[in-house]
């Protein structure tokens, strides 16, 4: 599985932006779907994550009612809707493919993931 994420840019404070990760091949659907983010000179960190499925999504506390982690297996994406972006949520985004067929709960926030890919750049300006 390879993915590409896209969508980062530049928006100000209060704005909003939609980031896409599209993954090649045909087993998308056995895999869990994460976006992490790096800022420069942090540790990466997890933002969200979403099921095989689609049904269960997770978020981080600092995210959690700003951001919508979603999926349609059928175009073999996932997208983050990212609204009222911070300052603080300037970083590099990525996603990530874990394989696992459950409802996720029991590794959400792990980094241990099957694939990820380049990051996308998202900077918000005060």
């Known amino acids: 599985v390879q993915l590409q994420a896209s969508g980062g840019g530049l928006v100000q404070t209060g704005g909003s932006l939609r980031l896409s990760c599209a993954a090649s091949?045909?087993?998308?659907?056995?895999?869990?779907m994460n976006w992490f983010r790096q800022a420069p000179g942090k540790e990466r960190e997890f933002v969200a994550a979403i099921s095989w499925s689609g049904v269960r999504s997770y978020y981080a506390d600092s995210v959690k009612g700003r951001f919508t982690i979603s999926r349609e297996n059928a175009k073999n994406t996932v997208y983050l809707q990212m609204n009222s972006l911070k300052p603080g949520d300037t970083a590099v985004y990525f996603c990530?493919?874990?394989?696992?067929?459950?409802?996720?709960?029991?590794?959400?926030?792990?980094?241990?993931?099957?694939?990820w890919g380049r990051g996308t750049q998202v900077t918000v300006s005060s």
């Open positions: 091949g045909r087993t998308f659907n056995n895999y869990a």
């Open positions: 990530a493919a874990r394989r696992d067929g459950t409802d996720y709960s029991d590794y959400v926030g792990s980094t241990e993931m099957n694939y």
